[in-house]
Every structure is written in C-alpha cells, then in structure tokens.
C-alpha cells in the first residue's frame, strides 16, 4: 500500500494569493482527517469527512480555508486569501471504519510545508 | 483546560534506560488511546494503541491506561539512540470517537 500522499511536499507562496492542497487516502479507507501542526499549537484537528462528507469542520480557522472530497480517492484543502500566520505543517491522515466506539488508527501523510511571505 | 497535556520535555535518557512518557486527558469518556513517534521533520507513526485499564506491551513499548486517573504512560525498555522523537499522545472524544486530541508531545533524547 503506498499509504496517505499528499502534493505538494513544500509551498512557498505570498500573502494573498491561493494555495491548495492535495491529498490522497488510503484506499479503502472511510475516514479522512485534515491537521495542522506549528511549534506553538502542536496538531490541530481542522476537519474531517466520513464518505466523503464533512463531519467537523470546527477546526477550521476561519472562512479562508475550505475543504472539499469530491471522491473517495482526493481531498483538497484551500486556502484563500493566504496569510503568513498560516505557516505551518498540513498533514492528511486516513483511518478505516471503526468496529467500536473506539475510534481507529489515523495514519498519516508525508505533509506539506507551507511557507505564506 | 486542554483535552491532552503532555510535558514537554525534552526528557533525556541514558542508552539502554527505561523511558517512560506520561499523559492525562481531561474527557473521562475517552475510550482509545495512541501514542505516535514523530521524528523531525516527519509525520506521526503510530506506535501502539490502548482501549483498556491496564498494561499493553509490544515488544520494548509498554502501554499503562489508568481511566479513573484519567492518565496513559508510555514506556520504552532498553531506549536506543533512535528512539530520540517527539512522541504525542492522542485521546478521542467522548461524543464524537473518531475526533482525536494531540498533546503537544514530549520530546525524547535517547544519549549513547
């Protein structure tokens, strides 16, 4: 399995402008989680979908981010207009359907490196 | 309050010493437990879970879940200089199981 790929590794972009991320689930997976990791918050849950539909998004910052799964296989998450505070780590992770009230493992992408100038 | 709270360390170690990383979590309806080791510049792996009060062992990891005290261990036997990570403690919701809660991660230095 080639697990949770994420495009693009590293973005560097300036204030204002659009800036999309990519990410791709494990196949078979039901669940798939969008975070954000800086030094000062550590990992941040900013949303996640169950089939395909949001379940919570009150991670989200603010209305310049926005996130879509149009299909079980990609997920996007954008950001517009961009501002330096949201530089940092954005990590995709996928988990599969949990057989208990538990909740299951989430695995995790390689992340993008955002850099907002 | 934060759901999770980890120290932050960095906790240092001895090669071949027995590390142990501590959490607690604020949601006593919590009912699954992870712990993952993140290196730098990496992303979370998944080192082992734990559902239940007790002990949970996986090779040199050792799980330790205490719900009345509301507070999960993690402890690494015979520490290697490539155990040196950041390992976070993750708790899920009571009322939506699937949302996790990181700490912010105890950052550990296994010395030769």
């Known amino acids: 399995d080639a697990g949770v790929i994420q495009s693009p590794r590293h973005e560097v972009t300036e204030m204002g402008q659009e800036v999309t991320l990519r990410c791709k689930p494990i196949?078979?997976?039901?669940?798939l989680f969008w975070y954000r990791q800086t030094m000062m918050r550590g990992l941040e849950l900013l949303i996640y979908?169950?089939?395909?539909?949001?379940?919570?998004d009150s991670g989200m910052p603010e209305d310049r981010f926005s996130a879509k799964m149009p299909n079980a296989s990609f997920s996007t998450l954008k950001i517009q207009p961009s501002e330096p505070r949201d530089s940092a780590v954005y990590f995709c992770?996928?988990?599969?359907?949990?057989?208990?009230?538990?909740?299951?493992?989430?695995?995790f992408g390689p992340g993008t490196r955002l850099l907002v100038l | 309050q934060k759901e999770v709270e980890q120290n932050s360390g960095p906790l240092s170690v001895p090669e071949g010493a027995i590390a142990s990383l501590n959490c607690t979590y604020s949601?006593?309806?919590?009912?699954?437990f992870f712990w993952y080791r993140q290196y730098s510049g990496k992303s979370p792996e998944l080192i082992m879970f734990?559902?239940?009060?007790g002990d949970k062992e996986d090779g040199r990891f050792t799980a330790q879940l205490n719900k009345a005290s509301q507070y999960v261990s993690l402890l690494i036997r015979d520490s290697q200089p490539s155990d040196s990570a950041t390992y976070l403690c993750?708790?899920?919701?009571?009322?939506?199981?699937?949302?996790?809660?990181f700490g912010s991660g105890t950052k550990l230095n296994v010395k030769p």
């Open positions: 734990i559902y239940s009060n």
């Open positions: 979908f169950n089939n395909n539909v949001p379940i919570d």
């Open positions: 196949s078979g997976h039901d669940y």
């Open positions: 993750a708790v899920n919701s009571l009322y939506n199981f699937n949302k996790f809660y």
């Open positions: 949601d006593r309806g919590s009912q699954s």
């Open positions: 992770a996928s988990s599969p359907l949990s057989g208990t009230s538990g909740g299951e493992t989430q695995y």
